[in-house]
């Protein structure tokens, strides 16, 4: 399976979660469809590249089992966010004094869009918090006690944003469960569903949101920059790109298939990875993926455990990502965004690449099992930590 990507065969590589990986097959269909266009841009890009994205749209649309009218193809999560946040704040529905609702455990740059979007607008934003081993019930509440606390203080909720598979964390969330708490509460949803194309079989139609974003270039195979943004019939006529182009006034997703004049060889490539999703298991790939990460983390976890260092014990994930597990560090390693990135690098020097992340105080490794993984990864990485984890080091 390694051949089948493009990985430096002499690095291990266990951060599938973050960036994906192209499949060859897929980088050759994208190039195959960048050639396409340079013999005849004058005239593809002009008649032919707007339908043929329509196409892939569509099967995108498919995979996800939702109609083609419902799913805009964009970027990435983050672009899709702030699409929803500038919609609302055209319309007049994100305004000063209102509140967007996010959780502790949403993605960085995702909160950070929506600060930004409540300062230009005067709104507010309120985490909901919950440990990393909380149940679904508890993750239910405590969305329900913060909606429950604004509606007596008198504040219009104007968005609550609900992660399927929360980044930093890998934990699975009861989106159903939890968007229903948005409706009852009188609020919109959107469900940042970044890392569920491919892993879960969740998609937008019975998710209850009002929104709904998931990434096709992570567990999908898909080129980067290949996204799908969903809305709700009632919501979808209001959304417009962030970028006016020659789409402007074909409405909701029609605007989003062109934004000027830029390579679509992503999109257009898009059949070519849900068909090697399928070749590969579809479904079953993440049953294989699971079954793994339950072998491994208990390895990589008796390395860390055994070079003596003090960790305070950590709750893990009640419902962890099925292709994706936390490892709790020792205290005072990979805790703060430095202290990670700096490991990230020592780990990337022994040629092994992996996620390490800091969340509320203490750092954790979020291994990733792609197809492309085996057992002897992990053992490569068990074997290195002590080389770049010792006693003092912070």
Known sequence: MRDAFLLDPDRVHLNHGSYGAVPRVVEEAQRWQRDWVEANPSHRIRYDVVELVAQARATGAAFLDVEAESVALVPNVTHAVAVVLSSLARQGRLRAGDVVVTSTHGYGAVRDAIRLWCSWTGATTVPVAHPVGASSDDVVEAFARALDTLARQRRRVALVVVDAITSPTATCLPVRRLTAVCRSAGALSLVDAAHVPGQLPDGPGESGADFWTGAFHKWAFAARGTSALWASEGERQDLAPLTTSWGHGSGFPGAFDAHGTDDYSAWLALPDALAFWDELGGDAIAVRASALL??????????????????????????????????????GIGHTRESSDALIRDLGEQGVETAVVPFEGRGYLRLSAAPYNEWHDYERLATVLSNVIAPGRT
């Not at 950590?314 to 560090?329: E, G, I, K, N």
């Open 294 to 331: 339950e072998r491994v983390v208990p390895l990589v976890d008796s390395a860390i455990a055994a070079l003596g260092m003090p960790r305070a014990p950590s709750a893990l994930p009640a419902s962890p990502a099925p292709q994706m597990r936390l490892v709790p560090l020792p205290d």
